[in-house]
């Protein structure tokens, strides 16, 4: 099992820049895929990113794309989500998620673990 803690939320305008942060419990975390998702008022979870056990290969949501970027310390059990070039249709919860099972796993129902997720709100 994990137990995963976002950190880093906040209030930033357009055109601004956060990272956020996902610390992980547990010895295993290098054997997790490690996802991003977030969740906007009246709307369904979406996939924002996404990054392999060796931290080589990723995935991104076509909207985020040259802006966001995702990274891992597998030493430290953290995953980052670099954003920058914000606008305001990025507001959202933003969720960590984890899963072991191999795949590409661009679904929400892919994961099994989930952080409590942290606010980003982008003001315009």
């Known amino acids: 099992q994990v137990q995963l803690v976002e950190s880093g939320g906040g209030l930033v305008q357009a055109g601004g820049s956060l990272r956020l942060s996902c610390a992980a419990s547990?010895?295993?975390?290098?054997?997790?895929?490690m996802g991003w998702f977030r969740q906007a008022p009246g709307k369904e979870r979406e996939f924002v990113a996404n990054?392999?056990?060796?931290?080589?290969?990723?995935n991104y949501a076509d909207s985020v794309k040259g802006r966001f970027t995702i990274s891992r310390d597998n030493a430290k059990n953290t995953v980052d989500l670099q954003m920058n070039s914000l606008k305001p249709e990025d507001t959202a919860v933003y969720y960590c998620?984890?899963?072991?099972?191999?795949?590409?796993?661009?679904?929400?129902?892919?994961?099994?673990?989930w952080g409590q997720g942290t606010q980003v709100t982008v003001s315009s």
């Open positions: 998620a984890a899963d072991r099972t191999y795949g590409v796993k661009l679904g929400a129902f892919e994961y099994g673990y």
């Open positions: 547990g010895r295993t975390f290098s054997t997790y895929i």
């Open positions: 990054i392999d056990w060796s931290g080589r290969n990723t």
